[in-house]
């Protein structure tokens, strides 16, 4: 019963951060694994956890959201990488084809896209950065970077939209687009929420933690011109020195839209969010890619052999690659660094001791472990509970 109770405490404390990403579908299975660091006897621990958690009677709890398991039928609980999720890849002139239809065939109008694509991608930061956010947490500084085309236009759209998440938004706009009254009226709007709009990176681009690249879509071929080749050389200084996240909407900005980072200048962002479907330079991507696009109409799915992915609850993005290490798997190795540490330094202070830390955790006796996670996990979440109950005071 103690190992019972302990694996539903685990799991549902890793869901409250986890809840957006466990996605889960009737046709498609999907698992979450430790890292291959973690020992096997708790890498099975994990396995025969999620096992009793997903086969439990729901239980009235608020350390999870149930809405993210409303559409849900069956997950098996098996050991294995986070599965992608494969949507299809389009290439630059199918990209465009598609788009075209869109605002033929179905009548979608380019406003109608614009504000479907940037929601999304303030959809996909706000997920992010809610990962990694306390509620005693400033509100994040963000950073948009918008060049002159349509990829722009989703970049102010998705800044008007972070601005009412409550987040700080700075505009970067070296070249406003004249050529549809539309960009002037996302200006406007963008000012009536007094966002400040720059026509050149600010000195303290540094400071911001999140960097979101508007710059150049999937019709962009060739070289970037300044002012934006200068621009991307500093979002990738800030990337590099200032650990600012970068995000990139539908293509990384100086990528070829099939071939990737043909020009060689190693510009990886963080996050990507493509739009609609990804496109075929996406297809090795190796970060966290989210795609952006429920308002594709079936038959031009199957007419350009894409599928959507299975969109959870009423969200408009979804995670198809995590990327890396999850979040759960990082605040584990966190626990087991610093418990190594503490043994470490009790192992010194005792002149008396024999064996080495490493060997008295080999002999450590059978759910010490779980119990020592447990007691962090309940001390966590107080923590937690007390900044929120600080934080509304």
Known sequence: KPMVAFRRFAFLQVLRFKSDQLFLSQRR?????????????????????????VSAQPVSSSFYNPRAFASTTCMEAKMGDFEEIDTGYLDAKSAAALDEELMSTPGFTLEQLMELAGFSVAEAVYTVLNEESKPSDRPAKILLVCGPGNNGGDGLVAARHLTMFGFECVIVYPKRSSRQPHYTNLVQQCQGLSIKILEEMPENYGDYQVIVDAIFGFSFEGTPREPFATILKQIQHSQADNNSLVVAVDVPSGWHVNDGDVLGTGYLPDVLVSLTTPKLSAKNYPKR??????????????????????????????????????????????????????????????????????QERDVQKEGEWEEDYALYLAEKEKGHREEETNSKL
């Open 29 to 53: 299975s999907y698992s979450l694994s430790p890292s291959p660091s973690i020992a096997p006897r708790q890498q099975q621990i994990f396995a025969s956890g999620l096992a009793i958690f």
């Open 289 to 358: 890619h989210f795609v952006g696009g429920r308002f594709l109409p079936p038959a031009l799915a199957e007419k350009y052999n894409v599928r959507m992915p299975p969109y959870p609850g009423v969200a408009q993005v979804m995670e198809i690659n995590r990327g890396g290490a999850t979040r759960w798997e990082k605040e584990y190795a966190e626990f087991l660094a610093a418990k190594e540490a503490k043994e470490f330094a009790t192992y010194a202070d005792d002149k008396h001791q024999t064996h080495h830390p490493q």
